[in-house]
């Protein structure tokens, strides 16, 4: 065992050479059989964070020295556990106060600690201390987690029906063994080869695994996840990533037409669908004939169950005559990008109606059939009013009473002028319709242009009569009739007979 420790030594203590001859020199006739060294521990792993700890025991008695621990050998080796200076020590005694006992605990250990330590026993001689016995070394790895993975992706959104590249990272975790997942709503996805990178301090790797996916419109609540396994992990370290911070839906604009000529002066609402789109910050801007609009606070974007945005945004116009043939645009600027519009042109139907009187054979028809219906309506109504009043007053010659006049012949010794047999004149005079109580007085006279009628009813002295003057002038002349015959006393006619003058 001698041989083996003085060869360790020689390589660890390489900057103490002033005592590695003396210890060749006298180590074997002077080591004490009795005294036993021992550091038990041939290889031990440990998790990053944990606590380590290397035993090591020695015999009770001579000889007087201290005892350290070191890592590594030659130039590199480095003093863990000094029982001179304890405090300026990384590592701690376990048993306080022991003689025999010198087991230290490394606390919080890194993956930096990862190598081989040794147990050493000096000697305290006139000159110094020199080696005296040393352990056969512990091995020690230091097994270390992966960081919690992150999940990047685009720097600027994505449409849907485009390729997006997300990425997944991990490091500081030994050894490199290392697993990766990809999971798209739980559904999982085939990603490229992991990259596998040493880490700063050569004893731990960094990992990189990149997976391409196809953005759908629907992806809105989606999400990747990027699954994490390592031997130092009792369950997988995962890192989710939702799709709708990288994704960008373009929304459909529409602006409705109005189909027909809309009146004059009437008001007319422009409305501007902006549908499916996300994020919901929009900007909504409308024009009249490329002039930008006073259209107020516009409206905010309301979200639907699929987790788009789409609003509604309505200007009012007054459909006068100077903005006939006015096209009114609705832009839409969504993160940013180009502008999308739709536009709609407003027709006031007064406008036509001028258009309309300009030469155009099929105008020109359309007023001439508009015309003549027009008159023909007014003529329909022209004869039913006259078969009206023909009607009424047909039926108010047959409720009430009547009386002819004729004009008899004109006598030879009158006249020199020939005698017209149809040169008579009557009138009919409507009466009360009652019976005749009194004998009818008809006086005539040659000269005369009156007639004297009695009424039907019966008066009450001789001086009570009706007489009735007649203008024989107006009298029409009609085809010569019969004499008339004798009235009845219960006849509705009464005649007069006028000498015309």
Same mark, same amino acid.
């Given at each position: 065992?001698?041989?083996?420790?003085?060869?360790?030594?020689?390589?660890?203590?390489?900057?103490?050479?002033?005592?590695?001859?003396?210890?060749?020199?006298?180590?074997?006739?002077?080591?004490?059989?009795?005294?036993?060294?021992?550091? +038990?521990?041939?290889?031990?792993?440990?998790?990053?964070?944990?606590?380590?700890?290397?035993?090591?025991?020695?015999?009770?008695?001579?000889?007087?020295?201290?005892?350290?621990?070191?890592?590594?050998?030659?130039?590199?080796? &480095?003093?863990? /556990?000094?029982?001179?200076?304890?405090?300026?020590?990384?590592?701690?005694?376990?048993?306080?106060?022991?003689?025999?006992?010198?087991?230290?605990?490394?606390?919080d250990v890194r993956p930096e600690d990862?190598?081989?330590?040794?147990?050493?026993?000096?000697?305290?001689?006139?000159?110094?201390?020199?080696? /005296?016995?040393?352990?056969?070394?512990?091995?020690?790895?230091?097994?270390?987690?992966?960081?919690?993975?992150?999940?990047?992706?685009?720097?600027?959104?994505?449409?849907?029906?485009?390729?997006?590249?997300?990425?997944?990272?991990?490091?500081?975790?030994?050894?490199? %063994?290392?697993?990766?997942?990809?999971?798209?709503?739980?559904?999982?996805?085939?990603a490229q080869p992991i990259l596998i990178?040493?880490?700063?301090?050569?004893?731990?790797?960094?990992?990189?695994?990149?997976?391409?996916?196809?953005?759908?419109? %629907?992806?809105?609540?989606?999400?990747?996840?990027?699954?994490?396994?390592?031997?130092?992990?009792?369950?997988?370290?995962?890192?989710?990533?939702?799709?709708?911070?990288?994704?960008?839906?373009?929304?459909?604009?529409?602006?409705?037409?109005?189909?027909?000529?809309?009146?004059?002066?009437?008001?007319?609402?422009?409305?501007?669908?902006?549908?499916?789109?996300?994020?919901?910050?929009?900007?909504?801007?409308?024009?009249?004939?490329?002039?930008?609009?006073?259209?107020?606070?516009?409206?905010?974007?309301?979200?639907?169950?699929?987790?788009?945005? &789409?609003?509604?945004?309505?200007?009012?116009?007054?459909?006068?005559?100077?903005?006939?043939?006015?096209?009114?645009?609705?832009?839409?600027?969504?993160?940013?990008?180009?502008?999308?519009?739709?536009?709609?042109?407003?027709?006031?139907?007064?406008?036509?109606?001028?258009?309309?009187?300009?030469?155009?054979?099929?105008?020109?028809?359309?007023?001439? $059939?508009?015309?003549?219906?027009?008159?023909?309506?007014?003529?329909?109504?022209?004869?039913?009013?006259?078969? $009206?009043?023909?009607?009424?007053?047909?039926?108010?010659?047959?409720?009430?009473?009547?009386?002819?006049?004729?004009?008899?012949?004109?006598?030879?010794?009158?006249?020199?002028?020939?005698?017209?047999?149809?040169?008579?004149? /009557?009138?009919?005079?409507?009466?009360?319709?009652?019976?005749?109580?009194?004998q009818r007085i008809i006086e005539v006279?040659?000269?005369?242009?009156?007639?004297?009628?009695?009424?039907?009813?019966?008066?009450?002295?001789? %001086?009570?009569?009706?007489?009735?003057?007649? %203008?024989?002038?107006?009298?029409?002349?009609? +085809?010569?009739?019969?004499?008339?015959? +004798?009235?009845?006393?219960?006849? &509705?006619?009464?005649?007069?007979?006028?000498?015309?003058?």
């Amino acid at each position: 065992m001698a041989p083996l420790c003085a060869a360790l030594l020689a390589r660890l203590l390489l900057g103490q050479l002033s005592l590695v001859p003396a210890w060749l020199s006298g180590a074997g006739a002077q080591a004490d059989p009795s005294f036993q060294l021992r550091q +038990p521990q041939k290889e031990m792993s440990v998790i990053a964070g944990e606590t380590l700890t290397l035993t090591c025991t020695v015999s009770a008695g001579r000889p007087v020295g201290p005892v350290k621990w070191l890592k590594g050998w030659g130039s590199g080796n &480095e003093t863990i /556990y000094d029982q001179k200076e304890p405090s300026s020590s990384r590592g701690t005694r376990a048993v306080n106060g022991s003689n025999t006992d010198f087991t230290i605990l490394i606390r919080d250990v890194r993956p930096e600690d990862a190598g081989t330590y040794y147990c050493v026993k000096f000697r305290k001689t006139d000159t110094g201390d020199e080696l /005296y016995r040393c352990g056969e070394g512990t091995v020690v790895s230091v097994q270390a987690r992966p960081s919690n993975p992150t999940v990047s992706g685009p720097s600027r959104r994505v449409e849907p029906g485009k390729t997006a590249s997300f990425t997944c990272k991990t490091g500081g975790f030994f050894p490199s %063994d290392i697993h990766v997942k990809w999971f798209k709503d739980r559904a999982p996805i085939q990603a490229q080869p992991i990259l596998i990178t040493p880490g700063p301090s050569n004893f731990t790797y960094n990992m990189s695994s990149t997976v391409n996916l196809t953005l759908q419109k %629907d992806d809105i609540r989606s999400e990747l996840t990027c699954e994490v396994r390592h031997a130092t992990l009792t369950a997988p370290l995962n890192r989710s990533y939702h799709l709708s911070h990288i994704l960008r839906v373009p929304p459909s604009v529409l602006v409705a037409q109005f189909p027909d000529p809309v009146g004059l002066n009437k008001t007319v609402n422009f409305t501007c669908d902006v549908q499916g789109f996300y994020p919901g910050s929009v900007t909504v801007t409308w024009l009249e004939n490329g002039t930008e609009m006073n259209t107020g606070s516009p409206p905010r974007p309301t979200e639907t169950p699929e987790g788009l945005f &789409e609003l509604r945004s309505t200007v009012a116009v007054q459909a006068v005559q100077e903005k006939n043939g006015s096209v009114f645009t609705c832009w839409v600027v969504h993160e940013g990008q180009d502008p999308i519009g739709s536009r709609a042109t407003l027709r006031v139907a007064a406008s036509y109606q001028k258009e309309s009187n300009s030469p155009n054979p099929n105008g020109s028809s359309l007023f001439i $059939y508009v015309a003549v219906g027009v008159v023909c309506t007014v003529l329909a109504l022209l004869v039913v009013a006259i078969l $009206y009043l023909i009607r009424a007053k047909q039926s108010k010659g047959k409720s009430s009473p009547s009386a002819r006049l004729h004009e008899p012949e004109k006598s030879s010794g009158t006249t020199t002028q020939e005698s017209d047999p149809n040169n008579l004149t /009557y009138a009919d005079l409507n009466f009360t319709k009652e019976k005749k109580n009194i004998q009818r007085i008809i006086e005539v006279s040659q000269q005369s242009e009156y007639a004297c009628i009695q009424s039907s009813q019966a008066p009450a002295s001789n %001086d009570n009569l009706t007489y009735a003057d007649l %203008d024989m002038v107006h009298l029409s002349k009609a +085809p010569r009739r019969p004499a008339p015959c +004798p009235e009845e006393t219960t006849s &509705e006619y009464a005649s007069v007979q006028i000498q015309q003058q």
